[in-house]
């Protein structure tokens, strides 16, 4: 799987979540997730990481982004749109052997 399209993944779903919240903003792969000057809380983390991770089972790509794994790192997968997909991608190749 492409990047990109990992990306565009990451932007619908925070999109999506930025919607049904009544947050306007411009999403882009410099957009921060997660942290002081993010749109996100807690809850809205877990939202937009079970909306990605749903539409990556679909694709049938079973993927679990709130795992020890991504806990341990130095540096959080969740910090940015980038990192994020970062994260997914390798993911995937894992998985995918």
Request: charged share 25%; net charge negative.
């Amino acid at each position: 799987m492409e990047r990109k399209k990992i990306e565009e993944v990451v932007i619908t779903a925070f999109n999506d979540y930025l919607e049904t919240q009544g947050i306007e903003g411009e999403v882009t792969s410099d957009t921060i997730l997660f942290g002081t000057d993010a749109e996100l809380d807690s809850m809205g983390l877990v939202n937009v990481v079970i909306d990605i991770e749903s539409h990556f089972q679909d694709q049938g790509y079973d993927i679990a982004l709130a795992s020890d794994r991504a806990m341990s790192r130095k540096n959080s997968p969740f910090q940015t749109v980038t990192t994020l997909a970062d994260f997914i991608l390798e993911l995937i190749e894992e998985a995918s052997g």
